[in-house]
């Protein structure tokens, strides 16, 4: 049940853009996404509940696709400090516990 | 304003042993949540609190058992350590019905010998 990421890995240059796709196989009452960088304990981004919704947080954005059970996250004209592993959590409607996906490492460089 | 707060930061123990681990919430948060992170993978959710009482469980054996008080703050308790208990252990904290994800303490690193 775990959601599954998509891509594992991405390297980008400075002022380029990215996607990071999770999705699931079962119904989703919210969508979390979380940046971890080394060493370092999981930092949220943002939440996207069922609905549809798309949100935004400087040049991170994310939506969510209830109907596909799929959520992404873009990424636009990424800086340094963007790197790291990006988790997306997943919770279902009448549960508690968020399932994370595997993660997809994200490496920007100069 | 507090973030969560865990100690210890590290911890070495043998097989056979017994660990307490231990979490402050975030300010104005009331849930918490235990996760184990292997290294190179996703948090794996062990169980949530909510009100003194364990209110959901993730795949973990009966050996992983955890405690709330009344503050809000929270233990995990492993018994009869396993080597493949080596992991990160993530404590989070949240405010259901506020819109908002959790909060994620620093982590104990613990390393079974």
């Known amino acids: 049940q775990q959601p599954v990421q998509s891509p594992q890995a991405v390297i980008l240059r400075e002022g380029e853009d990215a996607v990071i796709n999770c999705s699931s196989s079962k119904a989703l009452y919210s969508v979390h996404w979380y940046r971890q960088k080394h060493g370092e304990a999981p930092v949220f981004l943002m939440i996207?509940?069922?609905?549809?919704e798309q949100k935004g947080h400087e040049k991170i954005s994310a939506s969510f696709n209830e109907k596909k059970q799929q959520s992404s996250l873009y990424l636009t004209a990424s800086q340094l400090s963007y790197s790291g592993t990006y988790f997306c959590g997943t919770e279902r409607t009448g549960g508690f516990k968020t399932i994370f996906g595997a993660g997809t490492r994200l490496f920007v460089k100069a | 304003d507090a973030g969560v707060t865990q100690s210890p930061t590290h911890l070495i123990k043998t097989r056979g042993q017994q660990v307490t681990l231990r979490c402050s919430p975030k300010s104005g948060h009331d849930t918490v949540s235990w996760y184990q992170q292997a290294l190179g993978q996703g948090p794996q959710f062990i169980f949530q609190y909510y009100e003194e009482e364990e209110r959901q469980r993730g795949n973990f054996p009966d050996r992983f058992s955890g405690h709330q008080f009344p503050n809000y703050s929270s233990e995990l308790n492993v018994n009869a350590l396993l080597l493949g208990d080596s992991a990160l252990y993530l404590c989070?904290?949240?405010?259901?019905?506020?819109?908002?994800?959790?909060?994620f303490g620093p982590g104990t690193r613990l390393l079974v010998l």
């Open positions: 989070a904290s949240s405010r259901p019905g506020t819109g908002g994800g959790e909060y």
């Open positions: 996207l509940l069922k609905g549809g």
